[in-house]
C-alpha cells in the first residue's frame, strides 16, 4: 500500500494490479498537490451562487477581454482526432465497453460520470475493461444469452470522461480525508495506459465534465501538467475536451479553452446538464422559471446561441465543436414510434451540423449510421473546423433568454416518475437507462427533480390555473407510483429500492434548501 493512502472497500481478484502501490502513489501525488485548491474552487461556486441569489446577472468578463481578443490556437488537434464526426457514449460497463468500441462510431466516450452509479465495483471494473481495451484483450462472454464479445476493427478512438470537481472518492483516502473522485477516475486511467496509448499513436483523450469557470479549467491543466512529469510523458500528451455544461462556463469558453490551450481537441454541448445549471444558478428568481422539460429543445433560443457561441469560439481557435447528445432512442416495440425517434435524432444532428458542428453524440449503437448519414452528406471534409461562423453574434442577453411555455400536469408527472425511477436504478448500480422511450441519465435526471424544486419554490401554476404545491406533489408521486407498482409488479417494486428513491426525489425536490447535485447524497447511499 502507498504511504498515507487508505483503501475502504473489499478488494476482488485482479482489483491488486489497478490498485498497485505506485498507481496509488500517484493518484495520492496528484491529490496532495491539488486536494486544497479543488476544495478553494468549490467554495468559490458558493461565493458565486450567492452573487446570483443577490441578483448578480452573470456576462463575459471585463478581466479576461485580452484573451477573448488575443490571436492564440489551441495545440494542433491529434490526427485520430480529426475525424470526430460521431461519438457513442456510454459508461464503462465490459459489454458495453466492447459493443462501443465495435460500433462503427469514430468516438467511444466511456463514462465514468452521468451514466455510471460509481459503486466501487463499478469504478474499479471500469478501470480493469478500460486497460482490457486499450490492451486490446478485452472479452466478454454474456451469461444470460451464452453470446461472446471480442473487439473488431476498425474501432472507435478512446475518450474518457472522469466524474466531476464536487465529487470524492469514499473509499480512498489520502492523509485520513476522502480524494478527489475527479482525480481518481483521471489519475488511474491514466497511469496505466498513457504510455500504451502513446505507443500506438493515439494518446490519454479525456472529457472534463461540469466545468463551471476558466479556473477549474487551469487546474485541470496545472493537473495534467504535474501528471505528465511525474509519469515522464512529453508536455502536451493529454488531449481534452471540455463540456460546456453549466451556464456560467458559457460565458468562458474562451478562457477555458485558453487555459488548457496545450491539451485541448475541443468544447462540446453538453446540453442536459446546461439546462439543469440554467434551473439551479436561477433558482432563486421567479423570473428564471422553466416550463416543462420536454419542451425545451435545443431550439429554444438560449440553447440555439450557446451551441452557435461554441461552434464559432472552437473554430476561433482551431478546436472542434461537439455536439450533444438527442434522448432519443431506438424502440424496439413499436415500428411508427423507432421511425419518429429516428427522425428527430436525424432532425437534431440536422441542425447541429448544419450550424457548424464538427461531430456529435449518439446514446446507442442503433443511432450510429444515423447520425453518420447525416454528417457525411453534409460535411464531407474531416471535420468544419475551418469555416470561421464570423457572422455569429450572441450576447449575454442571448443566453440568459428564459423560454416561454407552460407547465402542465403531464409535465409535472413526468418529472416526478422519470426521476424517482431515475434514482431507484442509480440505487441498484445502473446509471443510465431506457425510461418511456428516452435515454436517461444523472443529467436528465437533475432537470427532473430540479423542476420541480423551482416550481414549488417559486410557487408556479398548472397550465389549467391550479398552483403546485407540496400537497398536490405527494398526492401525484403517490398516484404515479401506485400505478408503476402494477405496471412493474409487486414483487420488482418492493424488492427493488423504490422506497429510498422516494425519499431521496422529496429530498432533492423539495426546498427550501437546494442540494446542488442529487448523486451527492445519492452516493451516501451506495458508499
Ligand atoms: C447527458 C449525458 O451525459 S449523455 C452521455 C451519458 N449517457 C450515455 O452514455 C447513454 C448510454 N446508453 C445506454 O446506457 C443505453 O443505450 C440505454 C440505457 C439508453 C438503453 O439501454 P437498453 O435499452 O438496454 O439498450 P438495448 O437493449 O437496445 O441495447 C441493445 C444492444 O446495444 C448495446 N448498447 C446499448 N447502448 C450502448 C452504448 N451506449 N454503448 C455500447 N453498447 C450499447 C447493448 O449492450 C446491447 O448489446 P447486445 O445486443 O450485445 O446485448
Ligand atoms: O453530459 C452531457 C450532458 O448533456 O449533460
Ligand atoms: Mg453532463
Not at 113 to 138: F, H, K, Y
Not at 373 to 393: K, L, S
Amino acid at each position: 500500500m502507498a504511504q498515507g493512502v487508505t483503501i475502504r472497500a473489499a478488494l476482488a481478484g485482479g482489483d491488486e494490479d489497478i490498485l498497485s502501490p505506485d498507481a496509488l502513489a500517484f493518484v495520492a501525488a496528484l491529490e496532495r498537490r491539488f486536494g486544497v485548491v479543488r476544495l478553494q474552487l468549490l467554495a468559490r461556486r458558493e461565493e458565486v451562487q450567492a452573487g446570483l441569489d443577490r441578483g448578480r446577472r452573470p456576462g463575459f468578463l471585463a478581466e479576461t477581454d485580452h484573451i477573448r481578443h488575443g490571436n492564440w490556437r489551441v495545440a494542433p488537434v491529434p490526427v485520430d482526432l480529426q475525424d470526430r464526426r460521431v461519438e457513442i457514449t456510454g459508461p464503462v460497463e465490459r459489454k458495453m465497453v466492447i459493443n462501443a468500441l465495435n460500433s462503427g462510431a469514430n468516438v467511444f466516450m466511456a463514462d465514468f460520470e452521468d451514466s455510471l452509479t460509481p459503486t466501487w465495483r463499478n469504478l474499479i471494473d471500469g478501470q480493469v475493461n478500460l486497460r482490457d481495451a486499450i490492451a486490446g484483450s478485452i472479452t466478454y462472454e454474456d451469461p444470460q444469452t451464452g453470446k461472446s464479445y471480442a473487439l473488431e476493427q476498425p474501432r472507435a478512438v478512446l475518450v474518457v470522461r472522469p466524474r466531476g470537481w464536487h465529487l470524492e472518492e469514499a473509499h480512498v483516502r489520502v492523509d485520513g480525508r476522502a480524494m478527489s473522485a475527479a482525480l481518481f477516475d483521471f489519475g488511474l486511467y491514466l497511469f496505466h495506459n498513457a504510455r500504451t496509448l502513446l505507443d500506438a499513436g493515439s494518446g490519454p483523450y479525456f472529457y472534463l465534465p461540469k466545468l463551471e469557470s476558466h479556473l477549474e479549467a487551469k487546474l485541470w491543466a496545472d493537473v495534467f501538467t504535474i501528471a505528465e512529469q511525474l509519469l515522464g510523458l512529453p508536455h502536451g500528451s493529454i488531449r481534452v475536451t471540455v463540456l460546456i455544461e453549466t451556464i456560467l462556463a458559457a460565458f468562458e469558453m474562451e478562457e477555458i479553452l485558453y487555459q488548457l490551450r496545450d491539451y485541448a481537441a475541443g468544447l462540446n454541448c453538453g446540453r442536459w446538464d446546461y439546462i439543469f445549471s440554467f434551473i439551479k444558478k436561477f433558482r432563486n428568481r421567479s423570473d428564471c422559471v422553466l416550463p416543462d422539460r420536454n419542451g425545451i429543445t435545443m431550439a429554444a433560443p438560449f440553447l440555439h446561441a450557446y451551441s452557435r457561441l461554441l461552434i464559432k469560439t472552437c473554430h476561433r481557435r482551431g478546436a472542434h465543436a461537439i455536439g450533444g447528445m438527442a434522448s432519443f432512442i431506438p424502440v424496439k416495440t413499436d415500428a411508427a414510434l423507432n421511425e419518429a425517434a429516428i427522425e428527430r435524432v436525424r432532425a437534431d444532428k440536422l441542425r447541429e451540423v448544419g450550424d457548424g458542428h464538427d461531430g456529435t453524440w449518439v446514446a446507442h449503437p442503433g443511432l450510429v449510421d444515423v447520425a453518420k448519414a447525416v454528417f457525411d452528406e453534409h460535411m464531407p471534409g474531416a471535420n468544419q473546423v475551418a469555416t470561421i461562423r464570423d457572422e455569429v453574434h450572441v450576447t449575454a442577453a442571448d443566453l440568459l433568454a428564459v423560454p416561454a411555455g407552460e407547465i402542465s400536469e403531464e409535465g409535472l408527472r413526468n418529472n416526478l416518475r422519470v426521476g424517482i425511477q431515475y434514482i431507484e436504478a442509480w440505487l441498484g448500480g445502473l446509471g443510465c437507462v431506457p425510461l418511456y422511450n428516452l435515454m436517461e441519465d444523472a443529467a436528465t435526471a437533475e432537470i427532473c427533480r430540479s423542476q420541480v424544486w423551482q416550481w414549488l419554490k417559486h410557487k408556479a401554476r398548472l397550465a389549467d390555473g391550479r398552483p403546485i404545491n407540496e400537497m398536490l406533489v405527494g398526492e401525484l408521486i403517490d398516484d404515479e407510483m401506485t400505478k408503476l407498482r402494477t405496471a412493474l409488479g409487486v414483487k420488482r417494486f418492493d424488492e427493488g429500492h423504490f422506497t429510498a428513491a422516494i425519499a431521496l426525489f422529496r429530498q432533492v425536490a423539495t426546498p427550501p434548501e437546494f442540494i446542488d447535485f442529487l448523486t451527492l447524497p445519492a452516493y451516501d447511499r451506495v458508499v
